[in-house]
């Protein structure tokens, strides 16, 4: 497998330093990244020791003819990286290889970068707001914010990134906001909101209108690991809101689910949580949907930070944290891709690390849609 492709998607990204002090091409040190991201590194010196390690592979294929750069350099460079054109990079990069079908659902969620504070002002570390395609278990896409609170400013800029027509996309309630509501609509896609106080009359209405429905709800307690569990979920038609509540644009569906826990050694607890939603839901496809947006914390948040050590990451300085958290969500999606070995991420990326064979196969699943692969 050749880089050309690889440069391709990245063509948009500027090299950001002082082109009569460039000692190491910017693509060479940005594929470097990359491929020490597939293989698990944590760190600035984790990616110079894997460069080092395979040095003799990445001279095959004409990169870093001036030497490998040291850790410093790399740190260096990556935390100059534009953020804005690496976003759009990342984003062409999936939409070229991720085929969304029709009613595909895209959960869009908020991870907060716990290295990442500023260490000389003590500021609190970023967060990403991610857009996770559930049915492809792919990251589409990622943006950067200061608080969870400015995550409502950041989603519509997510989304003008994003190709979300005939899409479903499911937000928790941080985004349940008729600005975001109307962005879904005019990109061509539909909305599945969570509802809570910060939308208290439409929470309310919402409730009063299911409460008969949710009194006649069944539900089946089954027991799991010691506990007991239960779910049920009901929906129906809007109609009788959407005058009441007209800024919510192309509202058509009400929904709720109820969620019953019995602890081994614990108080039981019964939880309500509403939704609205510009798709006619069944009641089958609201519980898939609602079920889906919950599994990224399983599916990318969780396998972030236990087999990618994101939580564990102490990089800060300039964009570096955000670069490096789009480089491990490219490197999970190319991951996963990778299917000739049915094993989990940690054990794929052990096999990265150790054979550049495997590594060639990792980074040929990611790039399988271009042409020069």
């Not at 350099?73 to 690496?86: K, P, Y």
């Not at 010691?226 to 509202?251: C, I, Q, T």
């Not at 054990?347 to 990265?352: E, F, V």
């Amino acid at each position: 497998m050749g880089t050309g492709a690889f440069e391709q998607l990245f063509s948009e990204l500027e090299d950001p330093r002082q082109s009569a002090k460039v000692a190491h091409l910017f693509t060479d040190i940005l594929f470097l990244v990359v491929c020490a991201s597939i293989a698990g590194a944590k760190g600035w010196e984790d990616i110079e020791d894997f460069g080092d390690l395979h040095f003799d592979w990445f001279r095959e294929k004409g990169l870093f003819k001036n030497g490998l750069p040291v850790h410093d350099t790399i740190a260096r460079v990556i935390s100059r990286v534009d953020s804005e054109q690496f976003q759009r990079c990342f984003i062409g990069w999936m939409q070229s290889v991720a085929e969304l079908s029709e009613g595909q659902l895209i959960a869009i969620d908020g991870k907060r970068l716990c290295g990442s504070y500023n260490r000389e002002d003590r500021q609190s570390a970023i967060h990403m707001v991610n857009a996770f395609a559930a049915e492809n278990n792919v990251v589409l896409g990622q943006i950067k914010t200061q608080s969870k609170s400015n995550e409502i400013t950041a989603i519509p800029a997510l989304l003008n990134l994003l190709d979300i027509k005939g899409c479903l996309i499911l937000i928790d309630a941080m985004g349940c906001q008729t600005t975001i509501a109307e962005k879904i609509i005019e990109s061509g896609g539909d909305y599945l909101l969570a509802l809570k106080g910060n939308q208290k009359k439409l929470h309310d209405a919402v409730r009063n209108e299911l409460a008969a429905a949710i009194n006649k709800e069944v539900i089946c307690l089954e027991k799991h690991h010691g506990r007991g569990e239960a779910r049920a979920y009901h929906v129906m038609d809007a109609a009788s809101l959407v005058n009441r509540f007209p800024e919510w644009k192309g509202l058509k569906t009400i929904g709720v689910t109820l969620s019953y826990r019995q602890p081994k050694n614990g108080k039981e607890s019964l939880e309500y949580r509403y939704y609205i939603s510009s798709a006619a839901l069944t009641k089958a496809r609201f519980a898939t949907a609602v079920r889906s947006h919950w599994a990224v914390e399983n599916s990318l948040h969780w396998v972030l930070d236990v087999s990618m050590k994101e939580d564990d990451c102490q990089i800060y300085r300039g964009n570096a944290a955000e670069i490096l958290s789009g480089a491990r969500k490219l490197a999970l999606n190319m991951l996963r891709a990778e299917t000739t070995r049915k094993v989990s991420v940690p054990r794929k990326q052990k096999r990265a690390h150790g054979s550049t064979d495997y590594l060639e196969k990792v980074l040929a699943a990611g790039l399988v849609a271009l042409n020069d692969i």
